[in-house]
Nanobody, 122 residues
Framework: QVQLVESGGGLVQAGGSLRLSCAASGRTFSIAAMGWFRQAPGKGREFVAIIATSGGITRYTDSVKGRFTISRDNAMNTVYLQMNSLKPEDTAVYFC???????????????WGQGTQVTVSS
């Protein structure tokens, strides 16, 4: 089993920045990729960004490219999501995910954090 604990959400004005953290514990050697997904009220869970734990290959959804950066600290088993130039449409609950496959599909991830709220005011 793998446990994920997120932190760093909050309320910010449009144009501001936030950094989310996700600390993994347990059988972390089994993880091939970690990612961030988000879910806005009344909408489905949406892929945001992923990073391979080996090699650090990253991928982003088009709407956050150039604004968000995903990074990792393998020694600390932690993944970060730096979010800059935030927009009201970025408002959502952000979930950290970990799994054995490098995938943008949420169904591919076996482990999930509890979620952290990000609210961007206009």
């Amino acid at each position: 089993q793998v446990q994920l604990v997120e932190s760093g959400g909050g309320l910010v004005q449009a144009g501001g920045s936030l950094r989310l953290s996700c600390a993994a514990s347990g059988r972390t050697f089994s993880i091939a990729a970690m990612g961030w997904f988000r879910q806005a009220p009344g909408k489905g869970r949406e892929f945001v960004a992923i990073i391979a734990t080996s090699g650090g290959i990253t991928r982003y959804t088009d709407s956050v490219k150039g604004r968000f950066t995903i990074s990792r600290d393998n020694a600390m088993n932690t993944v970060y999501l730096q979010m800059n130039s935030l927009k009201p449409e970025d408002t959502a609950v952000y979930f950290c995910a970990a799994g054995q496959y490098y995938s943008t599909t949420y169904a591919s991830y076996a482990y999930w954090g509890q979620g952290t709220q990000v609210t961007v005011s206009s």
